[in-house]
């Protein structure tokens, strides 16, 4: 049997629009806001595809690390980051690099930190198989 080494993914992707926060959603209509989903999950799956190779293999268990860069005027809860990069998330499944975005996958999720950046707003994930 041939083993293979385990697989190390790092995807950079646009930072989510505000309107994707929890904070944000409060009492408004989902058509909206399900709309400005979809238009970002097209650039997370064009940034996907421009950035790694998708074997017919897909994680089953991993550790993913995400770091948050903000841009100019921006501010974030860091309570509500990773809600507000679920679509993003969400795309990793759709796209079979994950097997699925619950803990029965993702052994590990760590914010690693929120920074600023504010030429180049962006979520940096590092993926690792287990």
Known sequence: ?????????RITFPLPP????????????????NDIKVRYQ?????????QITLTNQVMRRCEIE???YLGK????????????????????????VIASDSSSCITRLDLAGV????????VEIIIRER
């Open 1 to 9: 049997m041939k083993l293979t080494p385990p697989r190390n993914y």
């Open 18 to 33: 505000i309107a994707l926060k929890v904070n944000a959603r409060m009492g408004a209509h989902w058509g909206p806001k």
């Open 42 to 50: 097209a650039e997370c799956v064009k940034a996907i595809k421009e």
């Open 66 to 68: 995400y770091r948050v």
């Open 73 to 96: 005027g921006q501010r974030a809860d860091p309570s509500d980051i990773g809600s507000w990069c679920k679509s993003l998330f969400d795309c990793l499944v759709a796209m079979a």
């Open 115 to 122: 920074g600023r950046d504010w030429d180049n707003p962006r």
